[in-house]
């Protein structure tokens, strides 16, 4: 771990104290714990924003895991803006965090930025999504789901229920997540990759949603008045699809029945709704990956190597898991 200059103590506690002072800030510049050891590992935190309860969960995971690690924290919304997340590293930069770990809201644009870090000697920690880049050097690790698995999954349920019930002829509509986004790519490829010529279905269109719930619901509207027939929605994440569910039951239709369901994510509205039968499959994608990220920040800070890719455990709830009414609280 590099040492510590009592200057950049005194500087990270002003910013607390002025952070403390001015909570309408809290979105546009790094909120860091109150107290911390002077030993504890700095890290540096931007999650791209607060569009879903996915995120939230996760937000709070991480703030919660850093207290339970003893890692002092320095954590900004990016509200949505790549630009934002490039200051917030930047800023990280500057105040010479032992480790940056941030959610990056596309996949491309971030070379510059990451080198700045790299020249800095600070270990950087892509969380939840990839990013694309000619140099893999510029970040150390990747924490989060495996998406073209979660893709997967939705297209092997989709394929078990048209065996089950001698499903033919299906269309297919896909409520896609952030155009340039690792999960937006990967869930989509693995979704095609297992239904891919089998001639029982057919992908009709696929809107982007920016994995919002008032775009879900305004994308649904629009596929459903242009395309007289729609069998599947497959939605990139729960977020969108409550949006959707809301503009099929307004257009007199039964969701989980009329259309079948699929959604990533796992939040408890999509179980609750799996559970009554208005979905028909959740592809977990777990939000808690906070006591992971704490682990790995305090390796890096002791220059120690960790694993290129950690994925954390999760698994697809569908309509015919025998235990489906005894899943545990989600917590997001």
Same mark, same amino acid.
């Given at each position: 771990?590099?040492?510590?200059?009592?200057?950049?103590?005194?500087?990270a506690?002003?910013?607390?104290?002025?952070?403390?002072?001015?909570?309408?800030?809290?979105?546009?510049?790094?909120?860091?714990?109150?107290?911390?050891?002077?030993?504890?590992?700095?890290?540096?935190?931007?999650?791209?924003?607060?569009?879903?309860?996915?995120?939230?969960?996760n937000?709070?995971?991480i703030?919660?895991?850093?207290?339970?690690?003893?890692?002092?924290?320095?954590?900004?919304?990016?509200?949505?803006?790549?630009?934002?997340?490039?200051?917030?590293?930047?800023?990280?930069?500057?105040?010479?965090?032992?480790?940056?770990?941030?959610?990056?809201?596309?996949?491309h644009?971030w070379? =510059?930025v990451?080198?700045?870090?790299?020249?800095?000697?600070?270990?950087?920690?892509l969380?939840?999504?990839?990013?694309?880049?000619?140099?893999?050097?510029?970040?150390?690790?990747?924490?989060?789901?495996?998406?073209?698995?979660?893709?997967?999954?939705?297209?092997?349920?989709?394929?078990e229920?048209?065996?089950?019930?001698?499903?033919?002829d299906?269309?297919?509509?896909?409520?896609?997540? =952030?155009?340039?986004?690792?999960?937006?790519?990967?869930?989509?490829?693995?979704?095609?990759?297992?239904?891919?010529?089998?001639?029982?279905?057919?992908?009709?269109?696929?809107?982007?949603?920016?994995?919002?719930?008032?775009?879900?619901?305004?994308?649904?509207e629009?596929?459903?008045?242009?395309?007289?027939?729609?069998d599947?929605?497959?939605?990139?994440?729960?977020?969108?699809?409550?949006?959707?569910?809301?503009?099929?039951?307004?257009?007199?239709?039964?969701?989980?029945?009329?259309?079948?369901?699929?959604?990533?994510?796992?939040?408890?509205?999509?179980?609750?709704?799996?559970?009554?039968?208005?979905?028909?499959?959740?592809?977990?994608?777990?939000?808690?990956?906070?006591?992971?990220?704490?682990?790995?920040?305090?390796?890096?800070a002791?220059?120690?190597?960790?694993p290129?890719?950690?994925?954390?455990?999760?698994?697809?709830?569908?309509?015919?898991?025998?235990?489906l009414?005894?899943?545990?609280?989600?917590?997001?």
């Amino acid at each position: 771990m590099r040492p510590r200059s009592t200057a950049r103590r005194a500087l990270a506690a002003a910013l607390a104290l002025a952070l403390l002072a001015f909570p309408a800030l809290y979105g546009c510049a790094p909120q860091q714990q109150e107290t911390a050891r002077e030993d504890a590992v700095l890290l540096g935190f931007s999650q791209l924003g607060w569009e879903s309860a996915w995120r939230i969960g996760n937000s709070l995971d991480i703030q919660e895991a850093a207290e339970r690690a003893g890692v002092q924290l320095m954590f900004d919304n990016a509200q949505q803006k790549q630009e934002n997340q490039i200051k917030a590293i930047r800023s990280f930069i500057a105040y010479q965090v032992d480790v940056i770990a941030f959610a990056p809201i596309v996949e491309h644009g971030w070379d =510059t930025v990451l080198q700045e870090a790299k020249d800095a000697g600070i270990p950087v920690l892509l969380t939840d999504r990839l990013i694309v880049t000619d140099d893999p050097s510029l970040y150390v690790g990747y924490v989060g789901a495996d998406f073209l698995e979660e893709g997967r999954k939705a297209g092997r349920f989709l394929i078990e229920k048209a065996d089950r019930e001698g499903l033919t002829d299906l269309k297919i509509v896909e409520l896609s997540g =952030t155009l340039s986004s690792s999960p937006m790519q990967q869930r989509g490829e693995g979704f095609r990759a297992v239904i891919e010529g089998d001639e029982r279905f057919e992908i009709i269109e696929t809107m982007s949603g920016d994995f919002l719930r008032s775009k879900g619901k305004e994308c649904m509207e629009s596929m459903l008045e242009r395309h007289e027939k729609i069998d599947v929605l497959y939605s990139h994440n729960d977020a969108m699809t409550l949006g959707a569910i809301e503009a099929i039951e307004e257009a007199g239709l039964v969701p989980g029945e009329d259309i079948i369901i699929i959604t990533v994510d796992g939040e408890q509205a999509a179980i609750d709704l799996l559970q009554e039968g208005k979905i028909n499959c959740v592809v977990e994608c777990t939000p808690m990956l906070g006591d992971i990220i704490m682990e790995l920040a305090k390796k890096l800070a002791a220059g120690e190597e960790i694993p290129r890719v950690t994925n954390p455990e999760e698994r697809a709830f569908t309509e015919f898991d025998e235990d489906l009414m005894d899943i545990p609280p989600r917590g997001y």
